[in-house]
């Protein structure tokens, strides 16, 4: 039994390994990580070689969320050739979604609830997106640290000040995913610790405990919702952060 509302976030060994001082271990998150590829990957195979001209509802939902990140999330936020990019979006929006969705359940862990995640996740995107744009423009990929129309007097000051803005959209990537979903995972927690608190007090209590069991059903979901929402986010920004390079806006 958990006690503490952060001992579900616990990383620890399931398969120890060790290469020239490395260590390689399995570990709970490295297993829901791939249990998470593994379903997306036989989720979208099988829908993709069983595909009618009369879908079934299994592959209206793959249809659905293929025009969703299309439509709504690439074609709306990158302006020019973003159809190139739809595979990476798609993979990196199903990977969070599917990370978060599997975190619900009862036992497993949120591999999106630990910074390292995501940081990770964030920092090879946003390595991507600098590799396109100076592949894109070359050198001329640096003006966008300094606005346009603004006199180069005071590049000294704005270069550094729109660099360090510009690094940290990493880091907002990064917190944005991991502190939604900590935060919730942990009020759930804390609110199933009170009812059963209270259930074990018995007398009036334990009557009284079906009131957070009410909130704990409204809250999950809402965190349901939030699995999804924050997929979407952090697809939404890194096809911004995309079209700020291929078009140096």
Same mark, same amino acid.
């Given at each position: 039994m958990l006690f503490s509302p952060l001992e579900q976030f616990a990383i620890f060994k399931l398969i120890p390994i060790s290469f020239f001082? &490395?260590?390689? @271990?399995i570990t709970n998150s490295t297993l829901f990580a791939?249990?998470? %590829? !593994?379903?997306?990957?036989?989720?979208?195979?099988?829908? %993709?070689?069983n595909s009618k001209l009369v879908p079934s509802l299994w592959q209206v939902i793959a249809e659905s969320l293929f025009e969703f990140v299309f439509y709504n999330v690439l074609s709306e936020n990158i302006k020019k050739g973003g159809s190139a990019y739809f595979p990476i979006i798609l993979t990196i929006f199903i990977y969070i979604l599917s990370c978060n969705l599997i975190g619900m359940i009862p036992y497993s862990f949120t591999v999106t609830s630990h910074i390292v995640i995501t940081l990770g996740l964030a920092i090879v995107a946003f390595v991507g997106i600098n590799i396109i744009g100076l592949s894109i423009h070359g050198f001329h990929f640096f003006s966008l640290f300094l *606005?346009?129309? +603004? *006199? &180069? +007097?005071?590049? *000294?000051? !704005?270069? *550094?000040?729109? &660099? $360090?803005? /510009? @690094?940290?959209? $990493?880091v907002s990537l990064a917190l944005r995913l991991f502190a939604n979903m900590m935060s919730g995972h942990c009020l759930l927690k804390i609110l199933a610790g009170f009812a059963w608190t209270m259930l074990s007090a018995g007398g009036i209590l334990s009557l009284v405990h079906l009131l957070p069991l009410v909130v704990i059903f409204a809250i999950v979901g809402l965190e349901l919702s939030? +699995?999804? !929402?924050q997929a979407y986010v952090f697809s939404v !920004?890194?096809?911004? /952060?995309?079209?700020? +390079?291929i078009s140096l806006h």
């Open positions: 001082g &490395l260590d390689l @271990s791939g249990i998470s %590829c !593994l379903i997306s990957f036989i989720f979208f195979n099988f829908i %993709c070689s *606005p346009g129309g +603004a *006199p &180069l +007097a005071l590049a *000294p000051l !704005l270069i *550094p000040i729109e &660099l $360090v803005s /510009y @690094s940290f959209r $990493v939030i +699995a999804f !929402l !920004l890194l096809c911004i /952060y995309l079209n700020d +390079a």
